[in-house]
């Protein structure tokens, strides 16, 4: 376990192309075993947020991703998943909402972990309230890049730069409620 905590440490101070590298490296260590078809799996079924986080790989899974489920060291900040598709490999932390007004609470706990971030909406959720919680999430992280949104079968990916235009709210509610 020492090994994938000094290669995930690594993730706090690599930038651009050898950040990439090193999630794609991640993502090819053999600490995983294949579960259901595309989830590879380096926690156990103990874990506390093991259901939570199977739940979400399984629907990623859905839109085309193969997920990697990342063990979560001591004193080390990690993300919750390598996805990847096309050969394309991201982290992502994954924030299950299951009740009202928690979102931006979720997303505060992702600042300093990981800069993209995956709501799995396991309830309704206003659509005004979800937007002014992204957009809060965006001005309280320069670093926060992304927010992938699964909501039943779909998937809304929001990027920082959509998040901080002045109607963001708005035409976020049209595309939410769809």
Known sequence: MDDIAKELAKLHVLTGADFSRQVEKIACMHIYKLGEKGIFNAIGEKEKDYKNLIIG????????????????PQN?????????RKGVYRIYDLKTISGEN??????????????????????????????????QYFELNPNGVEIMILKGNRQIIIKRKYALKVDFVKTFMMRYNK
């Open 102 to 135: 928690s979102v931006i609470n979720r997303l505060r706990e992702s600042i300093g972990q990981c800069n993209q971030v995956i709501l799995n909406m396991s309830t309704s959720y206003n659509a005004r309230q979800l937007g002014k919680d992204i957009r």
């Open 57 to 72: 790989a399984r629907k990623l899974i859905g839109h085309g991703y193969r997920v990697f489920i990342l063990p979560n």
């Open 76 to 84: 080390v900040r990690t993300p919750d998943f390598i996805v990847e």
